[in-house]
């Protein structure tokens, strides 16, 4: 098991950028597939970026382009670039970590195995 958690949320306006942390503790997280997901109000948990062992990014229709995932292994840390903010984008944002799943990244919240606690995200208009 590996603990991880996220930091970096906060307010920013339309248009806006923050960067989102994610310190893991316990494993190492070379070993793992890392993810983030975001859950607004009302809403179900949503597949946002995902990032492979060998660093391959995968992201959601909706932050491509705009979301940029990456990992610093020495730092044992995840990172979420986050640029060109919209009100949509509001949610809790959360890092995800899967031991099992080898290859391409799953884009399901089932099939990561440990989770960090959220940190939230909201956008002004």
């Known amino acids: 098991q590996v603990q991880l958690v996220e930091s970096g949320g906060g307010l920013v306006q339309l248009g806006g950028s923050l960067r989102l942390s994610c310190a893991a503790s316990?494993?190492?997280?070379?070993?793992?597939?890392m993810g983030w997901f975001r859950q607004a109000p009302g809403k179900e948990r949503e597949f946002v970026t995902a990032?492979?062992?060998?660093?391959?990014?995968y992201y959601a229709e909706s932050v491509k382009g705009r979301l940029t995932i990456s990992r610093d292994n020495a730092k044992n840390t995840v990172y979420l670039q986050m640029n060109s903010l919209k009100p949509e984008d509001t949610a809790i944002y959360y890092c995800?970590?899967?031991?099992?799943?080898?290859?391409?990244?799953?884009?399901?919240?089932?099939?990561?195995?440990?989770w960090g606690l959220g940190t939230q995200v909201t956008v002004s208009s």
């Open positions: 316990g494993r190492t997280l070379s070993r793992y597939i």
């Open positions: 995800a970590a899967d031991y099992g799943t080898y290859g391409v990244p799953s884009r399901h919240k089932d099939d990561y195995n440990d």
């Open positions: 990032i492979s062992r060998s660093g391959n990014t």
